[in-house]
């Protein structure tokens, strides 16, 4: 029996739960690799209420839950330019953030995610999709160069106290085929 996997657009109405995940899956993910206090400060800046409740309402920025067998297990969070944290370039689409809770990594959930954001960058004719990846993050730099993705430049990510570098990574959406048909 396969089990139930949904996806779903957050609305406004999505705000509490958004905010508990963030910080849930931030902290699961980076907590070991920085200082309590900068971890506490990264979190009450970047997930507060009133700033996750600006994105949710910006036109240009779209984020998705991801359900497994009606628990929430992830979420992502894609952006059109002007709403970009870097590149703001109207053919491309950011993947501003992909999280899985630590208790459902290693079953395919991330690539799903990663799918959903290529195919709305599809669905809305964007030419590549990029994103920030902490030039530490080993796993997560694995991933995305597993699928496709490869390095075109660099940008200071701050983490509480702590400027760390993040690895610009872009991937192209389309084939021989779309450039010859152009």
Not at 176 to 181: G, H, K, W
Request: charged share 25%.
């Amino acid at each position: 029996m396969t089990e139930k996997i949904i996806l779903k657009k957050c609305t406004t109405d999505d705000l509490e739960t958004l905010c508990t995940i963030s910080r849930k899956t931030y902290e699961q993910t980076f907590a070991p690799l920085t200082t309590p206090e900068n971890m506490q400060i990264f979190l009450a800046k970047a997930f507060d209420l009133e700033k996750l409740l600006n994105e949710l309402s910006d036109k240009n920025s779209s984020f998705y839950f991801l359900f497994q067998e009606n628990e929430l297990a992830g979420y992502l969070k894609v952006n059109e330019t002007p709403s970009q944290s870097d590149i703001n370039d109207s053919q491309s689409l950011e993947l501003e953030r992909i999280f899985v809770k630590a208790e459902f990594q290693g079953k395919g959930l991330g690539q799903l995610l990663l799918e959903h954001a290529i195919q709305i960058a599809r669905e809305k004719k964007k030419t590549y999709l990029w994103l920030g990846v902490w030039e530490k993050n080993k796993k997560a730099l694995a991933f995305y160069q597993k699928n496709g993705f490869y390095q075109i430049g660099t940008h200071p990510y701050i983490l509480g106290e702590d400027v760390q570098i993040d690895y610009i990574l872009r991937r192209d959406l389309y084939s021989e085929d779309t450039l010859n048909s152009r």
